[in-house]
C-alpha cells in the first residue's frame, strides 16, 4: 500500500495465500485515498462482521449486536477534523460504550502508519481493566515527546533536507504543546457555545 496499490489488491493476495488461522481472523484496510478492503473470517466468533462508510472501515468480532459497528462509524465519521489516532480512539470508545466485545475488556491496540516503512504511532495495552481509557492515556503522554520525535526521524519525503535531530526535537515539541492548546481553546470555546444561556 506504501506504493499506491488498491488495498483490495492486497486482500485478493491474502485470500489466495491459505494461511493456519485464517478463518479466525479479521483484516481491514484503508489509504489515504480513503479506498478499502476487508476481510472477516468464516470461523469468527459471532456476532462479527464489518462494515465500511465513506471512509471508514468498521470491524468486530464478539459483539453482543450489530450496533456495535453502528456507533464505531458514527464516531469515527462525526470527527474528521482531528487526527486519525483520535478518531480511532474515539470510534474504539463509542464501539466499547454500545456494547464492545461480549467477552469483556482486556486489551487494546493502536497502530498508525503515514508514508514511512516505521508507524508513526504504536501505542497498545496488554491487560487493564480499562483498556481504551488507558490507551488514550497512553496516546496523550506521547505527545509529550514520542511524537514529535518520529516527526524528526528521517523520511523519504524529507531525504535532501540535513537533520540535527536534537533542534529538530525540541522546536516539534513546542509545535505540538502549540497545537494542543489551540485545539484545547477551540474546544472550550465550542463547549460553551453548546452550553445554554
Request: charged share 30%; aromatic share 4%.
Amino acid at each position: 500500500m506504501a506504493r499506491g496499490d488498491d488495498p483490495a489488491e492486497h486482500r485478493a493476495r491474502a485470500d489466495r495465500r491459505a494461511t493456519p488461522g485464517r478463518d479466525h481472523r479479521q483484516l481491514h484496510m484503508i489509504d489515504r485515498a480513503g479506498r478499502i478492503a476487508a476481510h472477516t473470517g468464516s470461523a469468527c466468533i459471532d456476532w462479527c462482521g464489518h462494515r465500511a462508510g465513506s471512509a471508514t472501515r468498521s470491524p468486530a468480532t464478539c459483539s453482543p449486536e450489530p450496533r456495535v459497528l453502528d456507533d464505531t462509524a458514527a464516531a469515527f465519521e462525526a470527527h474528521g477534523a482531528q487526527p486519525l489516532a483520535l478518531r480511532l480512539l474515539d470510534a474504539m470508545a463509542a464501539g466499547e460504550a454500545a456494547g464492545g466485545d461480549k467477552r469483556g475488556k482486556q486489551a487494546a491496540a493502536l497502530i498508525v502508519y503515514t508514508t514511512e516503512s516505521y508507524p508513526a504511532l504504536d501505542l497498545r495495552v496488554d491487560d487493564h481493566p480499562e483498556p481504551i481509557a488507558e490507551l488514550r492515556r497512553l496516546y496523550e503522554k506521547s505527545l509529550e515527546r514520542f511524537q514529535p520525535f518520529v516527526a524528526c526521524l528521517p523520511a523519504a519525503r524529507r531525504s535532501g533536507r540535513h537533520h540535527r535531530p536534537g533542534r529538530c526535537i525540541e522546536a516539534e515539541v513546542e509545535r505540538f504543546q502549540a497545537a494542543r492548546a489551540s485545539a484545547s481553546r477551540r474546544l472550550t470555546r465550542t463547549r460553551a457555545g453548546a452550553e445554554p444561556a
